[in-house]
């Protein structure tokens, strides 16, 4: 059984810096696609940033520049390092594992930008 577990969220005031970490357990994790989402009050989930088994990462446009994502394979953890925050990137932010082509989500962690 896969399971996904985000830890990190909270208030930040703008300009801030938070980083998400998503543990993962039930997988091979060297070999499991690793993303982050996330979905704000009535608009639809979107993707923020993507992270292959191999290292290769995908970002959303709003976000290039600011946000990163890494991996730690020895830890089977997988983070969000989000860094000039704006108030439009309040959301809740969920971890997603692709793993022998099962997609699986963790419950979500809540982001609130605000002063």
């Known amino acids: 059984q896969v399971q996904l577990v985000e830890s990190g969220g909270g208030l930040v005031q703008p300009g801030g810096s938070l980083r998400l970490s998503c543990a993962a357990s039930?997988?091979?994790?060297?070999?499991?696609?690793m993303a982050w989402y996330r979905q704000a009050p009535g608009k639809p989930r979107e993707l923020v940033a993507s992270?292959?088994?191999?290292?290769?990462?995908r970002y959303a446009d709003s976000v290039k520049g600011r946000f990163t994502i890494s991996r730690d394979n020895a830890k089977n953890t997988v983070f969000l390092q989000m860094n000039s925050l704006k108030p439009e990137n309040t959301a809740v932010y969920l971890c997603?594992?692709?793993?022998?082509?099962?997609?699986?989500w963790g419950q979500g962690i809540q982001v609130t930008v605000s002063s």
């Open positions: 997603n594992a692709v793993y022998l082509g099962t997609t699986y």
């Open positions: 039930g997988t091979i994790f060297s070999i499991t696609a």
């Open positions: 992270i292959a088994a191999g290292g290769s990462t």
